[in-house]
């Protein structure tokens, strides 16, 4: 059974950064993918962008490019970074990670391409 974990949200000031981390377990290879999504209160869930897991090759959605980057773990085997730069109030929001197996590419946009969604961790940014 598929099990993710997101972790690493806080309070920050505008200009700060954060490391958001999903841990995945239940997956069986690396041929699974990872996608990060916000939600903003009383708006939908919106793509930050994805991993597929097997060739680290990461995507990130034009609005995040240059503030947000995504990676896995050099030394956790099934931990995918979330790194947060130059935040703005208007990141603040829920941050998910939503996962999906037996795939070698991934999806940034589409929330419903992941069957299986961590908890989230909020991210409030704030002055």
């Known amino acids: 059974q598929v099990h993710l974990a997101e972790s690493g949200g806080g309070l920050v000031q505008p200009g700060g950064s954060l490391r958001l981390s999903c841990v995945a377990s239940?997956?069986?290879?690396?041929?699974?993918?990872i996608g990060w999504f916000r939600q903003a209160p009383g708006k939908e869930r919106e793509g930050v962008g994805c991993?597929?897991?097997?060739?680290?090759?990461?995507?990130i959605r034009d609005s995040y490019k240059g503030r947000f980057t995504i990676s896995k773990s050099q030394n956790s085997q099934n931990t995918i970074y979330l790194q947060l730069t130059s935040l703005k109030p208007e990141d603040t929001g829920v941050y998910y990670c939503?996962?999906?197996?037996?795939?070698?590419?991934?999806?940034?946009?589409?929330?419903?391409?992941?069957?299986?969604w961590g908890q989230g961790t909020q991210v409030t940014v704030t002055s």
């Open positions: 939503g996962g999906v197996s037996s795939v070698s590419w991934c999806e940034p946009r589409v929330a419903s391409w992941y069957d299986n």
């Open positions: 239940g997956f069986t290879g690396d041929y699974y993918a």
């Open positions: 991993i597929s897991v097997n060739d680290r090759e990461s995507v």
